[in-house]
């Protein structure tokens, strides 16, 4: 790669996570730029936080490839990622800068598996999911280290904050695919989904049998052949009448947000019959996918990454939680 890529792009920043993204950036003093196909809402979020901008829609291959110019990383957060991901992929293929999105969308997962070759030629890291999966996938491979032939994974997700208008037009695209497992290193639909109670520090809470997407991202950092999710709150998508509905604020204040953490409680079975569990104890959701896609960057601009599809965990493994902060991992006996 040229070495005088050195910046970063952030595509969608306009919107409810990709402004705290941008703040974020800001806060760590990252050379970035940002890009979205608004054009009053990208200037007038660029003049505030004062840096450069590009205006495109998300189609246009040469727009892509101008604003890449000069960048070493770019984080999508222009979701859903189902209309958007494809585009920024390739263009990152084509541009040589390694992608990042925080997709909570299976799909995208796959599709940066697809291009595993592709990215790999153009010498990238490509990871769908580098949001809330970046202290899930650490916490994963945590555990999958403390028992020799690890064979079960169950994961707990305890969401704080509510949900953004953006999540919520994107569950859709979740809540479509069902209860979804992997089994013996398959993907398959989980006939008999229960729910389980998992322990996050003092607190147990009943978790509902729901796909977040380590089914994919975690099997990729482990490869271990049978992994169940679970959430602790209802994916809003079977709940909200009108996806459409104008009403919905934008999120979560950022009050709100400071109100409560996220927990991920993880349990893996090894072949022997041993069991080991741990839990993260993080900021709440729209506060820990910023802090956690930035330190996935931030380490990319120090050229510290891998080549091709990767998940959080395939590529930092455990060592990244020590770039989110006031974010803990706690072993359980
Ligand atoms: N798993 C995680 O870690 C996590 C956490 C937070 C959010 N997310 C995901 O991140 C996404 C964004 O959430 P949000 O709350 O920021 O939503 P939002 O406030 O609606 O913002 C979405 C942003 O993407 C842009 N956008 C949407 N569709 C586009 C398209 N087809 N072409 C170009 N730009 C497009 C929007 O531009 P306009 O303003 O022009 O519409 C806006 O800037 C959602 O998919 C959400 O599920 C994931």
Redesign the pocket.
């Known amino acids: 790669m040229n070495s005088k890529k050195n910046k970063l792009l952030i ?8 402004k705290i993204i941008a703040e974020r950036a800001k806060e760590l003093n990252i050379d970035f730029e940002i890009a ?3 054009p009053d ?1 990208t200037r007038k979020f660029a003049e505030e936080i004062a840096v450069d901008y590009h205006i495109f ?2 189609d246009t291959e040469y727009a892509w490839q101008k604003a890449l110019l000069g960048k070493q990383v770019l984080i999508n ?5 189902k ?2 991901a494809e585009q920024a992929m390739r263009a990152c293929i084509k541009a040589g800068v390694h992608y990042l999105d ?4 299976m799909e995208t997962y796959r599709l940066a598996e697809l291009l595993d070759e592709e990215a790999n030629a153009a010498g990238i890291q490509l990871i769908s ?1 580098a ?3 970046v202290s899930y996938d650490a916490l994963v491979v945590h555990l999958s280290k403390l028992v020799p032939e690890p064979e079960y994974l169950r994961v707990g997700f305890q969401h704080y904050g509510g949900f ?4 919520v ?3 859709k695209n979740i809540a479509d695919l069902g209860t979804l497992i992997r089994r013996n290193g398959d993907i398959v639909t989980n006939p008999d989904p229960k729910s389980k109670i998992f322990s996050f520090g003092e607190q147990e809470v009943d978790c509902m049998a729901t796909p977040l997407g380590g089914i994919i991202l975690s099997y990729k950092s482990t490869g271990i052949p049978n992994i169940e999710e679970f959430f602790s709150l209802k994916l809003p998508a079977t709940e909200v009448p009108d996806l459409t509905m104008v009403n919905l604020p ?2 979560p204040t950022k009050a709100e947000r400071a109100a409560g953490r996220n927990g991920i409680a993880a349990e893996i079975t090894g072949r022997d019959g041993k069991v080991v569990k741990a839990w993260v104890d993080a900021p709440s ?2 506060d ?2 910023p802090l ?1 896609v930035v330190a996935v960057a931030h380490r990319i601009l120090n050229n510290d990454f891998k080549f091709g599809y990767q998940s959080p965990g395939s590529a930092y493994g455990e060592d990244i939680l020590q770039d989110i902060p006031n974010t803990s991992l706690v072993d359980m006996i």
Do not use: H, N
């Open positions: 595509y969608g920043a306009t919107g409810y996570t990709g979205g196909r608004d809402k829609d998300v957060a222009a979701g859903p990622f209309f958007t925080i997709s909570a969308e999911g949001g809330l999966f953004s208008r953006g999540s037009l994107s569950s934008d999120g959701g729209y820990l996918t956690s």
